[in-house]
């Protein structure tokens, strides 16, 4: 089965960096499409970027200049480079496998398969 893996989060200041990691099992990832995307307290969740089998990018425009998404199908891997982190940037964040049928190069679709999520909070 589809099995997502993140980590790479925890607390950070203002103005900080981290890296997400997700490790993808149970698909032939090359193929895909991966987002990531996030949720805060009382807030729905929401795509922050995906990247699609070609490697193209799509930022929602609250990261774009700050955010970096990319993959490594070697690993099975796709990433989520994080800079210039805000407090607003507070979330769990959670890799997706794109619904294939549905989505486009333009348009993520997500897939049922989330990961268990990795809590990035940003607070001096």
């Known amino acids: 089965q589809v099995q997502l893996v993140e980590s790479g989060g925890g607390l950070v200041q203002p103005g900080g960096s981290l890296r997400l990691s997700c490790a993808a099992s149970?698909?032939?990832?090359?193929?895909?499409?991966v987002a990531w995307y996030r949720q805060a307290p009382g807030k729905e969740r929401e795509l922050v970027a995906h990247?699609?089998?070609?490697?193209?990018?799509i930022y929602a425009d609250s990261v774009k200049g700050r955010f970096t998404i990319s993959r490594d199908n070697a690993k099975n891997t796709v990433y989520l480079q994080m800079n210039s982190l805000k407090p607003e940037d507070t979330a769990v964040f959670y890799c997706?496998?794109?619904?294939?049928?549905?989505?486009?190069?333009?348009?993520?679709?997500?897939?049922?398969?989330w990961g268990q999520g990795t809590q990035v909070t940003v607070s001096s």
């Open positions: 990247i699609t089998s070609g490697s193209s990018t």
């Open positions: 997706n496998v794109a619904n294939a049928l549905k989505s486009t190069t333009s348009t993520y679709v997500p897939s049922n398969y």
């Open positions: 149970g698909i032939i990832f090359r193929l895909n499409a």
